[in-house]
């Protein structure tokens, strides 16, 4: 499990690191910043946030939870304290949970093997091609577009949909690609190498595909020059 720490505290984050290094989870990133986890976010794959309550500038808590739940990820609100108040908005949500520091380390594993089950359970497919077949999303490589025609690679195949790249990216929950170009969308899970200064994205087989100088644009002005 890939998981973003959203934290300010380097004390904390140290803690954390120590913790999750001893459960066995890959933490993919330090944020410190809301545009410091969506740059994450865009480029990695996470399938869960550790969030510290107040490590985003001067957004509120929920503001915070408001601005990540486009992307469908679980997020774990870590307070330093209990906030009655704050727990009982959030428990009204269904991708957020509530776990005050200090915690025990099988206490943050037990809510995170919680988090994995629910997640495995929640299979996603698109559906549609020729013979209208089902293909499941943490299979496919990328999707190519052109025209009205939408050409989707997995490992062994190559699927031919009917379909605009727009109607597509409407059965994706947003978080899990990284559009590339207007005519690539690529699964952050399969991405080997990032070439900002090439324009070009590597995935896992070889197959090297096209940046395009917006996005290109877009991470060199965030400092970002390759990944990978």
């Known amino acids: ?97 509530y776990l005050v520091k200090p915690f025990h380390v099988n206490t943050l594993d037990s809510v995170i093997s919680l988090l994995k089950r629910k997640m495995e359970i929640k299979t996603e497919f698109i559906r549609g091609g020729i013979r209208s077949e089902i293909i499941a999303l943490k299979n496919i490589l990328y999707i190519e577009v052109e025209r009205t025609y939408s050409f989707i690679q997995t490992e062994n195949r190559r699927y031919v949909f009917k379909k605009s790249l727009t109607l597509l990216k409407k059965q994706i929950p947003e978080g899990e690609f990284f559009q590339i170009h207007r005519s690539f969308l690529v699964n952050k899970k399969y991405i080997k190498r990032i070439d900002v200064e090439r324009s070009m994205v590597e995935i896992e087989g070889g197959t090297v595909l096209p940046m395009s100088r917006r996005v290109k644009h877009l991470l060199i002005s965030r400092g970002i020059k390759n990944v990978g």
């Open 1 to 97: 499990m890939n998981i973003l720490l959203i934290e300010n505290d380097p004390s904390q984050t140290l803690q954390i690191k120590s913790i999750l290094a001893k459960l066995d989870y890959n933490m993919m990133g330090v944020a410190k910043s809301y545009e410091e986890a969506v740059d994450l976010i865009n480029l990695t794959s996470i399938d869960l946030i550790l969030l510290d309550i107040g490590s985003i500038e001067d957004k509120t808590t929920l503001e915070k939870i408001d601005l990540l739940s486009p992307f469908r990820i679980p997020i774990i609100l870590t307070p330093t304290y209990d906030i009655q108040e704050l727990y009982d908005k959030v428990k009204k949500l269904d991708n957020v949970f």
